[in-house]
T-cell receptor, first 114, second 108 residues
Framework: NAGVTQTPKFQVLKTGQSMTLQCAQDMNHEYMSWYRQDPGMGLRLIHYSVGAGITDQGEVPNGYNVSRSTTEDFPLRLLSAAPSQTSVYFC?????????????FGPGTRLTVL | GQQLNQSPQSMFIQEGEDVSMNCTSS?????WLWYKQDPGEGPVLLIA?????ELTSNGRLTAQFGITRKDSFLNISASIPSDVGIYFCAGSGNQFYFGTGTSLTVIP
């Protein structure tokens, strides 16, 4: 299993540009999430999905859109990039329900907005 | 959103020493998880704990789920240079909440 994969690994955008961060998992996990990581702030939840066709907002959703058309993929869209969105973005997945609640992370996308 | 109180923020230790770090919360969690993050990489799951009082080991790492379900501890014995990195705790109920990390430096 590849686990959770993310592309691109690095990206530089100009203010106002749009882009999509890709995330895929091959573990058949129902739950998928997007987090951003900023110095001194820990991991903050942007959006999450409990299954195909179902998404919801996390703690810091403004400026981001998501969709979940398949179990495997959970792309994150920046509609109009702003310097405040400079961060490291992590996608994560886990099983739904059951006794085990282990969340697995991708390698991250490092985004700089100029 | 809630963040967990993780301490210490950073540690500088000699190779071979033992390390202890902890995480506390104002909320009760069903699961406590410990992750390690190397520079430029994503967090990697080290240990998962599911029951209050549970003590679980993974090699030189030992973690405990506090009796009150509001805290957890991670110990690393006989540290080696590759233990360098940032260690995060995470608590889970319906959502996941993360600590701000403990940065560990091991001096050879």
């Amino acid at each position: 299993n590849a686990g959770v994969t993310q592309t691109p690994k690095f990206q530089v955008l100009k203010t106002g540009q749009s882009m999509t961060l890709q995330c895929a998992q091959d573990m058949n996990h129902e739950y998928m999430s997007w987090y951003r990581q900023d110095p001194g702030m820990g991991l903050r939840l942007i959006h999450y999905s409990v299954g195909a066709g179902i998404t919801d907002q996390g703690e810091v959703p403004n400026g981001y859109n998501v969709s979940r058309s398949t179990t495997e993929d959970f792309p994150l869209r920046l509609l109009s990039a702003a310097p405040s969105q400079t961060s490291v973005y992590f996608c994560a997945s886990r099983r739904r329900g059951g006794s085990y609640n282990e969340q697995f992370f991708g390698p991250g996308t490092r985004l700089t907005v100029l | 959103g809630q963040q967990l109180n993780q301490s210490p923020q950073s540690m500088f230790i000699q190779e071979g020493e033992d390390v202890s770090m902890n995480c506390t919360s104002s909320s009760i969690f069903n699961t406590w998880l410990w992750y390690k993050q190397d520079p430029g990489e994503g967090p990697v799951l080290l240990i998962a704990l599911y029951k209050a009082g549970e003590l679980t080991s993974n090699g030189r790492l030992t973690a405990q789920f506090g009796i009150t379900r509001k805290d957890s501890f991670l110990n690393i014995s006989a540290s080696i240079p590759s233990d360098v990195g940032i260690y995060f705790c995470a608590g889970s109920g319906n959502q996941f909440y993360f600590g701000t990390g403990t940065s560990l430096t091991v001096i050879p």
